[in-house]
Structures are given as C-alpha cells and as structure tokens.
C-alpha cells in the first residue's frame, strides 16, 4: 500500500533528512525558484519516518551519516515502513565509496548523489523519480480500481447462479470460483413443461467483466426461453445461440458451450457441445463415458451447423460438465494440466468421493501449489436419482 501524496499531479514533494542545517538551506535554495516543487526538511533522522507520513513526500534526499541513527539502516526503514516503501529514495551523502553506494542500493535506496551536485542535475532527478512515482500511484489506483469492479462483477454472477436441485428423480448442484481476473464461466439447468430437465454450462474467451456480462446474456437467453426455438434440441439451441451472439458483435468474444437435455421417462440424455471440454457420465457400476463436444466454438462462425447425441441413462448414473479451468492448469513445472490427467483423477478418486466438486477442487489446487486459479473453474454435478427407463 502507498501514501497517496494529497498535492497537486504536477507538483514535486521533496523531504530531506539531514542533519546538518548547512546542507538543508543549501537544497532549499536549489529548490526554492522552482514552483513545482515543495521542500521539507528534516534535522533530527530520528523524526524522518514522523515527517514524511506527514508531509507524504514523492521523493526523499537522504544523508547516511548522522548522530543516533546509521543512514543505511534508516534507507531500510523507510522501506519497511507502509507508507514510504515505494517513495523513491536518493541517497545525497559525502561518502562516495562504491561499498556504501551498491549498499545503498542493496537496501533499496533508487538513487545515489555525492553531495552537494549540480543544482541542475539534482533538481532533474528529483522531477525523473518523483513522476515515476504519480504514475505507480495512478497504475495502483486504476488497479484497485479495476479489483473492486471485477470483485463487483463475481459477486453478481456468484449470486444469479442457480440454487441446488434437490427432487426426488434429480439432483445438481455446481461449484464457481472465479478467477482473479474473472472469466466468462456461467452454468444453469430448469425443468421443462414436459418434465425434462436442461443443464448447460458456458465459458466465454477472455477475463474480466465482459466475458462476465456476456455470459450472463447468454445464460438469460437459455433460462428465460428467448431462444425461440424448441429448449429440448441441443443442436438447435446451440445454432441459434451462435447467431445470436456472433463475435463481430461483442468484441471478439466467443465461449464455449455444453448443452444437453436428460430424459429420465425415457432414459435418454441428449447433448450438444461447441468447442468445450467433453463432459463425463459416470456410470452407477464406475465406467466412464465421455459425451464430447462435436462443434465450433458458439460465436466464432455464423450460420455453421451443430449436430447432437443421444446416450442411454439408468438410476444412479452421475454426469459432470465443467470448464477448462479445472483441467488445464498451470503447473509448478511450467507445463500445463491435461485432459487425461483430469478424467485419471476423477476415475480413481473423485467419483468415489462424499463430494466430488470438492475433491476436484483440493486436487486442482494441490497440483497448482495454491489456491487461486489461473482461470475461472466451473464444476457441474448432476445425479440421476430415478430413471423409469432403467
């Protein structure tokens, strides 16, 4: 965190800490002519940590040698310090042994003057490391900034998400972790009219807010029956999902898509998919299936058709969809994470987990090394309770 100087963007807020009166009168005569530029000083190196929260310097002139505080140990307080760690720092001492001077430098002095120098040259770099420091103080702003809407955004999509499905035939429920960035991940499922039930996820390319607005566009367009064409065919809805979104219209933003309708009178699971991971029906005996996604990313070629399958279903069948981020991981190695080494995972381990999603999850960030994903995870489980079918 940096002390935001409370002056103007084009003014220059210099703090000496010197102990000699001498030296202080001498740099407020250099500085004095020059409009742009505010002079404190301080005698007493005891003080200096005191008065630059006070003053809240864009640059600090230093000495090194002064009573009751060594120069190159205050150099590290003022690093240690909140509020100053990132104010430049300019050594202005007699001392001009190169061991002090790469010492200086080693505990995180910027800059480095034998003093007095040229009033010209003292006065330029003044106004060269105080400019760089207004922009590190704007580039933060804007990045706190940008944090607080992206935090805004994930909040929204955390909280339209849909809730758990908990019914005597059906159940699913997903897992989000939004990324830091924040991506395009939005997931959902409904009963239809006839009974049938839709599930679908979505990953729109990209970060920040928006792929995440888009993907709430889409999501919208999929829960609330705007599509106009029938909910129950996987490759219709994708097609017109396609043309609905090109990427001409949205800034170069495509997604990926899984989409399927689950049958549980009939037994039957029909599916459709646009450049997405293959989604994974775990089998009530243990097998695997993976329902793979035959076509194009949604919105990157207009007017392309999409074809759907069909698979049977039985009680106790589970089917997971989940986005490329919980598969292509970015690994302590440098290499990235695989498919096959997912589904591995989910075979051996996580099907026989109490939850899977959170299995899933220690896994990824154990393989990682840490907690935050490179991209957005989305994770959906859905359980077959009861098919008439079967």
């Keep these: 965190m940096t002390h935001e100087p409370s002056a103007k963007p084009d003014r220059h807020i210099v703090l000496l800490v010197d102990d000699q009166l ?18 404190h000083f301080c005698q007493d190196p005891l003080k200096a940590i ?49 061991v002090t001077k790469a010492e200086a430098f080693a505990r995180g002095a910027n800059d480095y003057l034998v003093k007095l120098p040229d009033p010209i040259e003292i006065l330029a770099r003044i106004r060269h490391h105080s400019r760089g420091y207004r922009a590190l103080l704007e580039r933060n702003a804007a990045y706190d900034a940008l944090a607080s809407e992206l935090a805004q955004a994930s909040d929204y999509v955390q909280s339209i998400l849909p809730k758990p499905m908990e019914e005597p035939d059906i159940a699913a429920r997903g897992a989000f972790i939004p990324s830091a960035s924040l991506g395009g991940d939005f997931f959902g499922w409904s009963r239809l009219p006839d009974g049938r039930i839709v599930v679908f996820l979505i990953d729109v390319c990209g970060h920040g807010v928006g792929p995440a607005l888009l993907s709430v566009s889409v999501s919208n367009a999929l ?102 981020g919980i598969v292509e991981l970015l690994l302590p190695s440098g290499t990235v994470g695989t498919h096959s080494e997912f589904r591995s995972f989910v075979a051996s381990e996580a099907i026989r987990a109490a939850d899977p ?18 991209d957005d995870v989305s994770i959906v489980e859905v359980t077959l309770r009861a098919v008439a079918a079967t």
Aim: glycine content about 10%.
């Design 22 to 39: 001498l030296i202080g009168e001498a740099v407020r005569r250099i500085l004095a002519p020059h409009p742009d530029v505010e002079y």
């Design 223 to 324: 829960t609330t029956g705007a599509m106009g064409v029938d909910p129950a065919s996987p490759a219709l809805v994708l097609e017109r999902l396609n043309n609905a979104f090109p990427m001409t219209h949205h800034r170069g933003m495509y997604f990926t898509s899984w989409y399927c309708v689950i049958d549980l009178t009939a037994g039957t699971l029909t599916w459709a998919g646009g450049g997405h991971p293959p989604a994974l029906l775990v089998r009530a005996g243990g097998e695997i299936a993976e329902l793979e996604s035959q076509g194009t990313p949604t919105g990157m070629i207009p007017d392309v058709p999409f074809s759907q399958d069909v698979v049977r279903i039985g009680t106790g069948d589970r089917l997971f969809i989940y986005s490329d």
């Design 50 to 98: 005191e008065t630059a929260h006070r003053v809240s310097p864009t640059v600090i002139l230093q000495d090194l040698v002064m009573p009751g505080k060594d120069g190159l140990d205050l150099v590290l307080e003022f690093r240690a310090d909140e509020q100053t760690r990132e104010v430049p720092l300019i050594v202005l001492s007699s001392r001009e042994e190169p």
């Design 357 to 374: 999603i959170a299995c899933m999850l220690a896994h990824a960030r154990e393989r990682q090394g840490g907690p935050n994903f490179a």
